[in-house]
């Protein structure tokens, strides 16, 4: 079974900085996703970003990175320029077509955002 | 497009009594999603219907059930009901099978 582990469960970062969240996950599949999905306390679950697994190039949305390292089953959300409105839960999320396209999701991380 | 709606919002039962969430998808999508969200089992799936067929499950009891009807529209069934099934249930919603889901803003059920 595919497991995704979010490490840090906390995560703090000063208003204008730039923090990095960490993902693994274990999968045998070639073919597969990779999400960031921001939950802020409303519960509304938003996609912040998404990687196929067969390109080699990172994702990229306006603030929101990844760092995506296929052999090492890495996949780490940098966010930049942070702002108050960041702060949420980060949960990543694995998809495949083997498990019928199902999200699997990590413990994920509480980012806290200070002025 | 109207998002995924879900209703009720909020709800509240007691231990033994059985629970419908009902779950809206976004107009044209024909893929609905459950997944139930809790703080100590974190997100996990439930099940997936498409084009009125369940298409993948989740491993859950036979309490939960699903289906969905000829206009996407799907609901959710937990029967006998325990503590441990407090939690937000989340729907999401996607165009087919396999393409980007979007989610509703959950049910949160809460058993006494």
């Known amino acids: 079974a595919q497991t995704v582990t979010q490490s840090q469960p906390e995560m703090s970062v000063q208003e204008a900085e730039t923090v990095t969240l960490s993902c693994t996950y274990d999968?045998?599949?070639?073919?597969?996703?990779l999400f960031w999905y921001k939950q802020p306390p409303s519960r509304q679950m938003i996609l912040v970003i998404r990687?196929?697994?067969?390109?080699?190039q990172n994702a990229t949305e306006n603030r929101f990175s990844v760092n995506f390292q296929k052999a090492a089953k890495s996949f780490s959300l940098k966010i930049s320029d942070s702002q108050l409105g960041d702060a949420a839960m980060y949960f990543c999320?694995?998809?495949?077509?083997?498990?019928?396209?199902?999200?699997?999701f990590g413990k994920g991380t509480s980012l806290l955002v200070t002025p | 497009k109207a998002g995924v709606t879900q209703t009720p919002r909020y709800l509240i039962k007691t231990r033994g009594q059985q629970v419908t969430l009902s779950c809206s998808p976004i107009?044209?999508?024909?893929?609905v999603s459950w997944y139930q969200q809790t703080p100590g089992q974190g997100l996990q799936f439930l099940f997936e219907?498409?084009?009125?067929?369940?298409?993948n499950k989740g491993n859950f009891p036979g309490r939960f059930s699903g289906r969905q009807f000829s206009n996407s529209r799907s609901e959710m069934n937990v029967s006998t009901l325990e503590l441990g099934d407090s939690a937000l249930y989340l729907c999401?919603?996607?165009?087919?099978?396999?393409?980007?889901?979007?989610f509703g803003p959950g049910t949160r059920l809460t058993v006494l």
């Open positions: 999401a919603s996607s165009f087919k099978q396999g393409a980007r889901q979007f």
């Open positions: 999968t045998s599949e070639s073919d597969y996703y």
């Open positions: 990687q196929e697994a067969y390109k080699q």
């Open positions: 999320a694995y998809r495949a077509p083997d498990s019928g396209y199902a999200l699997n």
């Open positions: 107009s044209g999508h024909r893929s």
């Open positions: 219907y498409f084009s009125e067929t369940q298409r």
